[in-house]
């Protein structure tokens, strides 16, 4: 479903749409496929490849058509398989709409200059209008599908399942956007829950050492950009360092620090800046300056060394 998602939203012609043919075979068992949005044609299958094919039975949502071949030489459709067509239909015109609504909202560029409290407003409304519209729609329609009365049992739970693994996916990409936990947990419970979301990414993480020595309450720029360099630094280390350790040292100074160190593959000094550009980093000193912070990094003998320095201010945003 995810794969759907990612063609839907680039919408180009001649789009080869990873993912779907797979999915609908066990749905619709013609591989004869057009789909149009807005007169703009975003998928093709089996001979409407050939470019002067035209013939088809036509479905229409909204302004999605979905152009169905059957001939002698494919399986004709049963009722059933219209009936789960038409609602594939309906639900590739809602979900081209809501792309095309996420598409007008545009997240600041960090890296050009963008304000990092315009982006945390951005990722908060992404967020809310996840759970609110999407979200709520999915389980809505998950709840209707479990119930209908139908003898394709096996059709039933294939829909209830995937809308099931959709709903846990932009569960995850809810979090990955903008934590909520973090109004509602201390950082300390938010920095296991982003070990634990790691570990279920990755397989496995560098072995971790926590050491957390702030009693103050952040207000939420401060604790939202600890958590984002600290989900940054994580997996880069996933990713790329090979590393056995990671130690994540948070404490109280003339202002808050969070160090954090890992023991994986040393960073050349002559390929620092690059590197360091290219793993996304460079945003965040950026970032910890619009907050009056810093951000710096140094490969040390045995380990590389991240620390993020930020003034402290209590959750009213007032300076202590």
């Not at 009365?149 to 995850?172: F, G, H, M, W, Y």
């Not at 950082?187 to 496995?204: P, Q, V």
């Not at 808050?256 to 960073?267: R, S």
Request: net charge negative; glycine share 6%; proline share 3%.
């Amino acid at each position: 479903m995810k794969k759907w998602e990612d063609a839907l939203s680039q919408r180009e012609q001649g789009l080869s749409w990873s993912g779907f043919d797979s999915k609908l075979a066990p749905i619709l068992p013609n591989d004869g496929i057009k789909v149009l949005y807005k007169d703009k044609v975003m998928y093709t299958s089996g001979v409407f490849l050939e470019p002067e094919f035209k013939s088809g039975k036509s479905l229409y949502a909204g302004e999605v058509q979905l152009l169905i071949h059957e001939t002698h030489t494919h399986q004709s459709f049963t009722p059933g398989h219209y009936y789960t067509a038409y609602a594939l239909t309906w639900y590739m015109q809602d979900k081209l709409s809501q792309w095309e609504e996420m598409s007008r909202m545009k997240l600041p560029d960090a890296d050009q200059g963008g304000n990092f409290s315009e982006e945390l407003r951005f990722r908060k409304e992404v967020t809310y209008y996840l759970h609110d519209n999407i979200l709520q729609n999915i389980i809505a329609t998950k709840n209707i599908v479990a119930t209908l009365p139908t003898e394709q049992s096996a059709l039933k739970e294939l829909a209830v399942e995937t809308l099931a693994d959709l709903n846990t996916s932009i569960r995850s990409q809810m979090h990955e956007i903008y934590p909520s936990t973090l109004n509602d947990l201390s950082f300390e419970r938010n920095i296991h829950i982003l070990l634990d979301e790691m570990r279920k990414r990755y397989g496995s993480i560098p072995n971790p050492h926590i050491q957390y020595e702030i009693f103050e309450r952040m207000d939420e720029q401060s604790a939202y950009l600890f958590y984002r360099t600290l989900q940054e630094l994580l997996a880069n280390t996933c990713k790329y360092a090979e590393a056995d350790h990671i130690w994540i040292h948070l404490y109280t100074a003339d202002c808050w620090i969070m160090e954090v160190k890992e023991d994986g593959k040393p960073l050349v000094q002559e390929d620092m800046q690059g590197k360091i550009k290219h793993l996304g980093i460079s945003s965040l000193k950026q970032q910890a300056g619009s907050l009056g912070g810093a951000f710096e990094w140094a490969q040390q003998e045995d380990y590389k060394l991240f620390t993020l320095k930020l003034p402290r201010r209590t959750h009213e945003g007032t300076l202590i």
